[in-house]
C-alpha cells in the first residue's frame, strides 16, 4: 500500500525558514511529479510547488524567489525549502506524488503538516 508522509512543519516567525520533507514508499511503480499543495483555513487546497522525475519545476507566483523544491529520486522523497515565510504562508502542507499506472497516473497523497508563521 503506498504512503506519503509529510513531515518539518511547525511555528515560525515572519521572516524565518522551514524545510518540508516527503517521502512515498509501498509502491513498485515509478513516480512521476511530486509536489506540495497548501490550504489555509477558509480557502481551497493550492499548489505551491511541483517537480517531475526528470526535474522539472513549476513554483506558484507567490513563492518565487522564495521557496525551493527538490528531489530525490532514488529515495522517492521531496523536499521544499521555504524563507522569507510570511504570514499569508500559514496553512496545511501537503505532499502529492503521482504514480505511473498502466498508461496513466494515480495521485496519493499525504495527511498534510500545518506550517504556523506569526507576525
Known amino acids: 500500500q503506498v504512503q506519503v508522509v509529510e513531515s518539518g512543519g511547525g511555528l515560525v516567525q515572519a521572516g524565518g525558514s522551514l524545510r518540508l520533507s516527503c517521502e512515498a514508499s509501498?509502491?513498485?511503480?515509478?513516480?512521476?511529479?511530486m509536489g506540495w499543495y497548501r490550504q489555509a483555513p477558509g480557502k481551497q487546497r493550492e499548489l505551491v510547488a511541483a517537480?517531475?522525475?526528470?526535474?522539472?519545476?513549476n513554483y506558484a507566483d507567490f513563492v518565487k524567489g522564495r521557496f525551493t523544491i527538490s528531489r530525490d529520486n532514488a529515495r522517492n522523497t521531496v523536499n521544499l525549502q521555504m524563507n522569507g515565510l510570511q504570514p499569508g504562508d500559514t496553512a496545511v502542507y501537503y505532499c502529492?506524488?503521482?504514480?505511473?499506472w498502466g498508461l496513466g497516473q494515480i495521485e496519493y497523497w499525504g495527511k498534510g503538516t500545518l506550517v504556523t508563521v506569526s507576525s
Open positions: 509501498g509502491s513498485s511503480s515509478s513516480i512521476n511529479a
Open positions: 517537480i517531475t522525475s526528470a526535474g522539472s519545476t
Open positions: 502529492r506524488a503521482d504514480l505511473f
